[in-house]
């Protein structure tokens, strides 16, 4: 029996590429499904309440929409999640040429919710005490996890959320670069109602949200959509 053998020099047959994900087909990535989608939403804002709920509990704030809606909650005792969808409101409508409707159906929905939830939270959870540091890495975390869940869905977390993803979309900036240049601002204002100890906390909650865009929602990271 004769083997055949490669000429010298001749090109060699390129191996199958890996694309490290399931969902990825022949023709590309395989788009989240109606329910996929329903069920993230619900996740995210899940995360995005419960951190807050963290955040509020130890007196700290954050940064984005969510960050000014602590201050001036802390400030006029207003319901922190009521504060949140007003100031989203104006800023999700600067994205509107760019974005399509279904984000901002979507991310509109995810307002919504957050405002219920942090609404009626007090009837399901109660806090009696929470540390800063912990407040701090795990609010700051959660919030980050339900941030990025929400983005691999086309929604965001609210009008900074919408105002990131949007130049992440037509700019391709690094969303977690852009969402700390964002929070170091709000920082700032927040500096009128906290103290440096608290800034400080804040701060790491901040770096906490960041690092997890940062580190997993950037271009190539994901194949799904």
């Known amino acids: 029996m004769t083997t055949s053998r490669i000429p010298s020099g001749a090109p060699k047959a390129a191996a199958p590429k890996d694309t490290g994900s399931k969902h990825t087909g022949p023709n590309g ?20 309440a419960v951190g807050l709920v963290l ?34 409101a104006p800023l999700m409508a600067i994205t509107l040429r760019s974005m399509s409707w279904m984000f901002l159906i979507k991310t509109s929905v995810v307002t919504l919710g957050l405002f219920a ?35 691999r869905h086309g929604a965001a977390t609210g009008g900074s959320g919408a105002l990131v993803l949007w130049l992440y979309r037509t700019r391709g900036w690094n969303a977690g670069r852009t969402q700390l240049i964002i929070d170091g601002s709000v920082l700032l204002f927040a500096a009128s109602r906290l103290d440096a100890v608290r800034m400080g906390w804040s701060l790491l909650g901040v770096a906490a949200t960041a690092g997890i865009l940062w580190a997993w929602h950037r271009p190539g990271r994901y194949t799904g959509y």
Do not use: C, K, N, Q
Not at 29 to 48: C, K, Q, S
């Open 117 to 151: 939830m942090t609404a009626f939270a007090p009837l399901g959870i109660e806090i009696a005490w929470v540390s800063d540091p912990v407040a701090a890495i795990v609010g700051g975390s959660v919030i980050g996890l339900g941030a990025l869940a929400l983005a």
């Open 29 to 48: 990535p395989t788009p989240h499904g109606h329910g996929e989608d329903i069920y993230a939403l619900f996740i995210g804002t899940i995360h995005l």
């Open 55 to 88: 955040l509020r509990a130890a007196g700290l704030a954050t940064g984005g929409v969510a960050g000014v809606a602590l201050v001036l909650s802390y400030a006029t005792g207003w319901p922190v999640g009521l504060l949140y969808a007003a100031i989203s």
